[in-house]
């Protein structure tokens, strides 16, 4: 099970990133060799903050509620959670990440926009030695693209994965 590869696409992506970053990961019977995030969302507050999606509503989709300030616990409206809720399932607030990871967007996405990919990497390497996180924007790769066995996208990632395993093999 070593030799497990965690990957997400998209809100999957972010369940990928939280999962290598989270301190649960020591808690499993393996540890994954590789996380591969498909147009995650790596800061959920960010995403927010720019109602991220075309309805703006992703964070608050994938939250299942949306953010209140904890300065208003009192008249706090049905529906919403504390901000630091969303701290806690933030991959960003759970940095560093625990295993080599690839982070990947395409230049056409107008779901996740590949700025907000690029931004979560930038914060990565905060924290992180040169290598221990990549970041890859496919040109002519929309959301779907990415994860469509059928599209050319898909295949250049898989063919990264490939790479990347076998840089690690030797």
């Known amino acids: 099970m070593n030799n497990s590869i965690i990957i997400g696409h998209s809100a ?19 540890t994954p060799k590789l996380c591969v995030a498909i147009a995650p969302i790596g800061d959920l507050e960010y ?15 994938y939250m299942s509620h949306y953010p209140c300030d904890l300065l208003n616990q009192v008249n706090r409206p049905a529906g919403c959670v504390p901000i630091c ?16 990871t690839i982070l990947v967007s395409g230049f056409d996405d ?11 990497y930038n ?8 290598g221990r996180v990549s970041y890859i924007c496919i040109k002519d790769a929309d959301h779907f693209q990415l994860v469509d066995s059928n599209d050319k ?8 994965i490939n790479n990347k395993e076998n840089v690690n093999n030797c």
């Open 110 to 120: 107008d779901v996740i926009n590949p700025n907000v990919v690029e931004q979560f």
């Open 47 to 61: 995403g927010q903050e720019i109602r991220l999606s075309d309805d703006g509503n992703a964070i608050e989709n």
């Open 85 to 100: 809720q969303y701290r806690l399932a933030s991959p960003s607030r759970l940095l560093p990440l625990q295993v080599e």
């Open 12 to 30: 999957g992506g972010t369940l990928a990133l939280w999962l290598c970053c989270h301190s649960i990961l020591s808690r499993l019977l393996f």
């Open 123 to 130: 914060k990565t390497l905060e924290c992180h030695p040169v």
């Open 153 to 160: 996208s898909w295949k250049q990632i898989l063919l990264i």
